[in-house]
């Protein structure tokens, strides 16, 4: 995923976030030209955890669609394990919308790798050395279309004359690798599902009503999570035609790359879309079809583990206790296996 071409960033802010006096926001401004050569300036937010300021490695966080960063109880899980917590609220999300952009618009997909490039350029100059990319949903889809992109640390650096941390690997919650249908169902509709947000992209659907799963994780509805409406809203932002188009772009190219870099997918055991109560939603992942995420892994993803969370919502860390605590565990092994494989690596590179 290359940058935009002629699109340059600069720091406009820093403050304590939102979250509290645990959290640091950085808010950077891009401005310049788009591959399409219309002008723009997009703001990307950068937040991090102020804890564990010596250590050299650190989780970066990758939110999805109609969402931002707010999971304050995630960052301390991951202080407490020894790590440098950070997350990015994309440009046109959270903390980096603005009046006069529209939410969760994007000309392409690759646009979204300017975020992670400042992202990941900026945790360098903070002391970061190596770097796993934690990415939920759609965040899942952009993470994996950068991480696909053929080029090596020195050519980032060379391009943009700044220092990069390594990313040693990329965990997945929930990735938007492949639109919500069953397996069988979408190898029938989805060249006439193409054909149709190509023909049409100036449409965008609005709904008015606040679907089910959100309705099963705010408190305002009875969930356990209290969150910004006026970001991550109930009934959704409204769907652009051109931004499923770009979104169903991303997935195709994605499907003929390989990436080797170790790699967990953590996923429900079921699928609930289309159930009409928030008790029959929370049973499972309730926006997309889990087989065709875990067909769509497969291709890509060659050093792959996945598992399989029980009642698992659509976000893993926004499910109920028991599969919370199933998730973060699974993390914290495949974590440590990591940990070993990186050390052992670093360690023959080492030897004369």
Request: contains cysteine; glycine residues 6%; hydrophobic residues 35%.
């Amino acid at each position: 995923m290359s940058a935009p071409i002629g699109q340059h960033w600069k720091q406009v802010n820093d403050c304590e976030d939102l979250l509290g006096a645990n959290f640091r926001a950085r808010t950077f401004e891009l401005s310049g030209l788009r591959s399409s050569g219309q002008k723009s300036q997009v703001h990307t937010t950068l937040i991090n955890h102020i804890g564990r300021p010596r250590t050299p490695k650190a989780i970066l966080y990758i939110h999805g669609y109609t969402d931002y960063f707010f999971q304050t109880d995630l960052a301390e899980y991951f202080i407490k394990l020894g790590y440098r917590f950070y997350a990015v609220d994309l440009q046109g999300y959270g903390r980096s919308l603005r009046p006069s952009t529209l939410p969760n618009w994007c000309d392409s997909i690759e646009q979204y790798g300017q975020d992670l490039d400042i992202a990941l350029a900026t945790m360098k100059q903070d002391g970061m050395k190596n770097v796993v990319m934690l990415a939920h949903s759609t965040g899942g889809l952009i993470a994996s279309s950068y991480l696909a992109q053929p080029y090596s640390l020195s050519d980032k650096e060379s391009h943009y004359n700044k220092p990069f941390p390594n990313v040693t690997g990329l965990m997945l919650n929930s990735p938007f690798l492949a639109l919500p249908f069953s397996p069988k169902l979408l190898n029938s509709i989805s060249w006439p599902i193409r054909a149709i947000v190509s023909a049409l992209p100036f449409i965008l659907l609005n709904s008015k009503k606040a679907n089910t799963y959100s309705k099963s994780l705010h408190t305002r509805f009875g969930g356990e999570w209290d969150y910004r409406l006026d970001w991550k809203p109930a009934e959704g932002f409204g769907l652009s035609f051109h931004w499923l188009r770009e979104i169903i772009h991303a997935q195709r190219d994605l499907a003929n790359q390989k990436i080797t870099i170790p790699t967990l997918m953590c996923r429900s055991e079921i699928s609930t879309i289309g159930k009409k109560t928030v008790s029959e939603i929370q049973q499972g992942d309730g926006v997309l079809d889990v087989d065709s995420m875990q067909e769509a892994a497969n291709r890509t993803f060659k050093n792959l583990t996945c598992v399989a969370i029980p009642q698992g919502f659509h976000d893993l860390f926004l499910s109920k206790q028991v599969a919370r605590d199933l998730y973060l565990s699974s993390m914290v092994k495949w974590l440590k296996n990591l940990n070993e494989e990186t050390n052992e690596h670093t360690k023959h590179l080492d030897e004369p």
